[in-house]
């Protein structure tokens, strides 16, 4: 697996964080997701073939 970390807009609310955790964590090949709200940033884990 690969990592990447992608830089988000500014995050308002924890819901906003949630939803981007689950959207991301539901696409085909994907690993870990998290959510990084105080520096708004997307980690995840990903197969780069599947994905």
Same mark, same amino acid.
């Given at each position: ?8 807009? !500014?995050? !308002? ?39």
């Amino acid at each position: 697996m690969k990592k990447m970390i992608i830089q988000l807009g !500014t995050l !308002t609310c924890p819901s906003c964080m949630q939803k981007i955790e689950n959207a991301v964590s539901q696409q085909k090949g994907v690993g870990n997701v998290k959510v990084l709200f105080n520096a708004s940033k997307v980690k995840a884990d990903f197969q780069a073939e599947q994905t």
